[in-house]
């Protein structure tokens, strides 16, 4: 593949993961991945119960500024 | 050193003495012109390079010498990460994170509203301002949060500088939670008035809303990026939408509503989002709202610098003597504490100690975040000016001014506003009103409406000319109110909350945040008292904005001095007393400007700033048996509303004095060495990571 074609696609990716990333749309997977998932002892909750758990837990505080 | 290093360095000297010189030339440019338009263009690169300078000196140094930032220090991102409160996350993508919280309305209806007394004061302050004391705080209070397990400011406060600044801390962020609310909510209520394609426009973004809280929430649980688009679409679609429903005389019918039936439907929608599940609605229209705002900001930005537009607006207006019509007040203090947020904002420090310092990957971060983040606010900030003034004077001051001072007739209007030396006609008024699709532009005081004619002007210089002037309008209005909205209900749930927590020391199922009576009753009474606030604004004959935006002001600022006080007090407990002028001068400012501001709003002879002369102003006039038996009641009414203005404000300042007070106390214990300082770090931990690691997901660095 061309080296202009690949660092474009690279950019792209970039864009596209810090994009997820800053929507909270990779949250679940960060949740996954996070050390208290893999080694605690807690259960894992599921896509839905932690979507909504971490909504609940963001807008109990100023989360949004004037 | 090598040849090649010294070379190296000697340019970038080069450089960075290049941008300094560039940025002072034009704020030269911006402070001496007079006679002459100016182009926006020198705005731009005189808070371009003053960001830059400061950025690159000024931060740095607090950073390695007031702070001794240390990477080596293990975050509260790595010691708990638990993937949901602590979750160790990119520099970029928290810097994102980080702006899309803090930036709200104020930066753009501040500045908009501060453009009565010209371009240069309030240009200024925006760039000085944030340099010196917003960005400070915000990247001081984060550091200390870090330090502190990500505890909040009200939890900083009572441990750092006693019980009574936690209390304190608490009192004043509901306080201007309140007033907050009650001041956007006005906002949005003279934007859409008498607007039915705004109103169904922004209407249609609740059902909007629905439908991707339910996408989310049962068939793709968490998909937030892909449900965001499917609701941008759509939100776009009804901008368009709105021009049918304005243009069909039943259906603009129904969306033609008066300031008090917008007042009382968006009391019942706040209302509704603080009791309703936060996925429901919430959410998905915060969702909404992040993606629209980003992109609005950016467009504004980008069309600044490809129109390049002139400032018609004078640097300084003859309203700089305090007899302004948007709000009465001179320069010292009332310029200060309208910009608020887009110099700096106490507000601020609760998201700095909220859920940023949660997620920081390292301490060094934490100027890229703290203090570059403030510094792009005020930049949104400077763009606000520059769309306000590169409209005619007598345009903005139309647009702005309540029509108990200019009247409500364009006739009238114009004629009062031309007697001011900003020369108006009728006939601009209305075609200006026509070419945005509206039935009339005057008396909308608020800044959103005068903000959204600037952004439609250089967005239809870009793309579709006058043709598209009208959408761009809506565009803009649409934007503005959606995330104003976004503030109105996540402030309401977390001042529900605030009075669960309260209202729980007293009676404890009250506290329950999941007992359903408490949650209805707790969201009644939050929105009861931003709700009251705002009906007061709305029947207000001078427009609301004159008392509300001023009282919102001082609270802000007031909080950002409680913040200062802590930052200053952890800065002599970690010894650093030769630096101590960091975070001291400007509380210092902060503290001179909102106790001026407040003694004047309560005490000032004039009745258009003074509360109390208001007051004393329509007792006189029932007294002499000058007001109508019709209006009896609302005068009793207003009259009342303005000794609990007084009192409001009053209660901030005393609040705030003794805080300061109790401060000094510690301060002073410290410095004579009659107390040993107790700082409450969280002890030293290593950090596991390798140095290149940089917060991408899943091990993929």
Not at chain 1, 10 to 23: N, P, Y
Not at chain 2, 370 to 393: D, N, T
Not at chain 2, 437 to 465: D, K, Y
Not at chain 2, 501 to 515: A, D, S, Y
């Amino acid at each position: 593949m061309p080296r202009p074609v690949k660092l474009t696609l690279r950019a792209f990716h970039l864009f596209w993961r810090g994009m997820r990333e800053w929507c909270g749309d990779a949250a679940y997977e960060r949740y996954l991945h996070s050390s208290a998932t893999r080694f605690g002892s807690h259960r894992v909750l599921t896509a839905k119960e932690f979507y909504v758990e971490q909504l609940n837990r963001r807008y109990s505080r100023p989360n949004r500024c004037c | 050193m090598t040849g090649n290093g010294l070379l190296k360095k000697l340019l970038k000297t080069f450089l960075w003495l290049a941008i300094a010189i560039l940025g002072a030339a034009a704020l030269g440019k911006i402070a001496l012109q007079r006679g002459e338009t100016l182009n926006a263009i020198w705005f731009v690169i005189a808070a371009a390079c003053c960001y830059l300078v400061a950025f690159r000196i000024y931060s740095a140094f607090i950073a390695a010498r007031v702070l001794t930032l240390d990477d080596s220090r293990a975050t509260p991102a790595e010691r708990h990460d638990d993937g949901r409160d602590f979750v160790p996350t990119n520099k970029w993508v928290l810097f994102g994170h980080h702006f899309a919280a803090i930036a709200g309305p104020g930066p753009l209806v501040g500045p908009t509203l501060a453009a009565q007394f010209g371009y240069l004061p309030g240009t200024l302050w925006l760039i000085v301002g944030a340099v010196l004391c917003g960005c400070v705080q915000d990247f001081i209070i984060l550091f200390a949060s870090i330090r502190r397990d990500g505890k909040s400011l009200g939890e900083m406060a009572r441990e750092e500088v006693g019980p009574r600044g936690g209390l304190i801390a608490q009192l004043a962020v509901l306080i201007i939670m309140v007033i907050l609310l009650a001041v956007v909510a006005l906002v949005v209520v003279n934007a859409l008035s008498s607007s039915p394609w705004a109103t169904f426009t922004l209407a249609m973004t609740i059902p909007i809303a629905l439908l991707l809280g339910l996408y989310l929430r049962f068939l793709r649980p968490g998909r937030v990026l892909e449900a965001s688009l499917i609701g941008v679409a759509l939100v776009l679609f009804v901008v368009v939408a709105g021009q049918w429903v304005s243009d069909s005389p039943s259906w603009s019918h129904v969306f033609t509503l008066t300031g008090v039936a917008l007042a009382f439907a968006i009391i019942i929608y706040g209302f509704a989002a603080s009791a309703l599940p936060v996925w429901l609605l919430l959410a998905p229209r915060d969702y909404l709202s992040a993606f629209i705002k980003a992109g609005a900001i950016f467009s504004l930005a980008a069309g600044i610098l490809l129109v390049r537009p002139h400032v018609l607006m004078p640097p300084l207006t003859r309203f700089v003597d305090g007899n302004g019509p948007v709000f009465a007040g001179k320069i010292f203090p009332f310029c200060f504490i309208t910009i608020a947020c887009g110099a700096i904002s106490g507000f601020h420090s609760l998201i700095s100690s909220g859920t940023t310092p949660k997620m920081i990957l390292r301490e060094s971060h934490a100027r890229y975040i703290g203090y570059g983040a403030m510094l792009l606010e005020s930049f949104v900030g400077v763009m606000a000016m520059v769309a306000a003034c590169a409209m005619p004077p007598g345009v903005y001051f139309a647009i702005n001014s309540p029509a108990g001072i200019v009247g409500a007739s364009p006739g009238e209007a114009a004629a009062t506003i031309s007697s001011w030396g900003y020369p108006l006609t009728a006939q601009t008024m209305t075609n200006l009103a026509h070419a945005v699709g509206e039935h009339t532009l005057l008396n909308r005081a608020g800044g959103a409406p005068s903000l959204a004619v600037g952004m439609a002007q250089i967005f239809s210089s870009t793309i579709g000319g006058d043709r598209l002037l009208s959408i761009w309008y809506h565009f803009a209005i649409m934007f503005e109110a959606l995330f104003i909205l976004t503030v109105l209900d996540a402030g309401t749930r977390v001042g529900r909350f605030m009075v669960q927590e309260l209202g729980g020391r007293v009676w404890k199922p009250f506290g329950r945040t999941g007992w359903m009576p408490g949650i209805l009753l707790s969201s009644a009474i939050i929105v009861g008292l931003w709700g009251y606030f705002l009906y007061q604004g709305v029947v207000d004959p001078l427009g609301g904005i004159n008392s509300l935006w001023p009282l919102f002001g001082i609270a802000n600022q007031l909080l950002a001095a409680v913040a200062l006080v802590v930052a200053t007090t952890v800065l002599l407990k970690m010894g650093r007393k030769r630096w101590i002028w960091v975070t001291l001068a400007p509380m210092a400012w902060i503290v001179t400007i909102t106790m001026t501001a407040s003694f004047q709003k309560i005490f000032d002879s004039n009745p258009r700033i003074g509360f109390l002369a208001n007051a004393n102003l329509l007792t006189a006039q029932i007294a002499a048996g000058k007001v109508p038996l019709a209006k009896l009641a609302d005068t009793q009414r207003l009259i009342f509303n303005q000794k609990l203005d007084a009192a409001v404000t009053a209660l901030l300042a005393l609040m705030v004095i003794v805080l300061i007070v109790e401060a000094i106390v510690q301060w002073y214990s410290i410095l004579s060495s009659l107390r040993d300082p107790v700082l409450h770090e969280s002890p030293y931990v290593a950090t596991q990571w390798p140095p290149d690691f940089s917060g991408v997901a899943h091990g993929d660095n």
